[in-house]
């Protein structure tokens, strides 16, 4: 039983590139979401998904984008990186608002 | 829309004492409760849960917990902390009935260590 699997681990991207991050959860949770952690600011809520075909935004929505086919996958789209997006990103499932399980991070940096 | 605030950026406490992290949320119902743990460069782990009954819930590694309706807490605790237990400290509310925005997640608390 994986869990929650994030890829890549790390990745450097120039300003203006776009790239996914992937997300598998093998555990049939409906919901799935995407945070990013930046020091002292906390973990923060890119985009959830309640459901296959289902999504919506959270906190800091702007420059991605989401889509959720299968339960299983929940990919997040950076359309044009920008410095700012530099973050950790976590992708997180779970069951009817109960404890979510998250990935290992994927740790951005935008030149 | 449902917050939660732990007071406390930085708590430094000595090997051996005991420890306490506050967490305070606000949410118009009783919420589901959590704290999760982040060590250096890792991913969050679940130390413990509340969801309903006994209001003083038992984790992972001698922590445990208190749901206090009263004065919408739920803070952290653990009679000898160990050098092992530095590490950021999150809190989290989570909507009962399942919201369909995941949890929310407190800022964090960094609890440093003195031998």
């Known amino acids: 039983n994986a869990g929650v699997t994030q890829t890549p681990k790390f990745q450097v991207l120039k300003t203006g590139q776009s790239m996914t991050l992937q997300c598998a959860q093998d555990?049939?949770?409906?919901?799935m979401s995407w945070y990013r952690q930046d020091p002292g600011m906390g973990l923060r809520l890119i985009h959830y998904s309640v459901g296959a075909g289902i999504t919506d935004q959270g906190e800091v929505p702007n420059g991605y984008n989401v889509s959720r086919s299968t339960t299983e996958d929940f990919p997040l789209r950076l359309l044009s990186a920008a410095p700012s997006q530099t973050s950790v990103y976590f992708c997180a499932s779970s069951y009817s608002g109960r404890e979510a399980f998250f990935g290992q991070g994927t740790r951005l940096t935008v030149v | 829309a449902q917050s939660v605030t732990q007071p406390d950026i930085h708590i430094t406490v000595s090997e051996g004492a005991s420890l306490e992290l506050r967490c305070n949320y606000s949410?118009?119902?009783?919420?589901?409760l959590f704290w999760y743990v982040q060590s250096p460069g890792q991913g969050l782990q679940l130390l413990l849960k509340?969801?309903?009954?006994?209001?003083l819930v038992q984790g992972i590694k001698g922590f445990e917990a208190e749901f206090k309706r009263s004065q919408s807490s739920f803070n952290l605790r653990k009679p000898s902390v160990h050098w092992s237990d530095a590490a950021e400290y999150f809190c989290?509310?989570?909507?009962?009935?399942?919201?369909?925005?995941?949890?929310?997640f407190g800022k964090g608390t960094h609890l440093i260590i003195q031998p």
């Open positions: 949410y118009g119902a009783t919420p589901y």
């Open positions: 509340y969801f309903s009954g006994d209001t």
């Open positions: 989290a509310v989570g909507v009962r009935g399942g919201g369909a925005d995941g949890l929310t």
């Open positions: 555990m049939n949770h409906e919901y």
